[in-house]
């Protein structure tokens, strides 16, 4: 299991490397550079399912995200 992400902001590009939480969904995520707020897109629940490079845990251990 890989809990390090690294989380693209879709606005700006900038990136970050963040933690992500074993037993929670992170659902937003502010951009430091430009301050967008990003949200997970559309059927995903977690930030770190639509734009990180590595997805949340639940999504690695059995395919998808962390509420079913
Ligand atoms: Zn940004």
Redesign the pocket.
């Known amino acids: 299991m890989i809990l390090e992400s690294t989380l693209a902001?879709?606005?700006?590009?900038?990136a970050t490397s963040e933690e992500i939480p074993l037993d929670s969904c992170r659902f937003f995520h502010e951009?430091?550079?430009?301050?967008?707020l990003?949200r997970p897109k559309v059927g995903d629940c977690c930030v770190f399912r639509s734009y990180g490079s590595v997805k949340c845990p639940p999504v690695q251990s059995h395919g998808h995200c962390c509420n079913g």
């Open positions: 902001c879709p606005q700006c590009g900038h951009c430091i550079q430009c301050h967008a990003m």
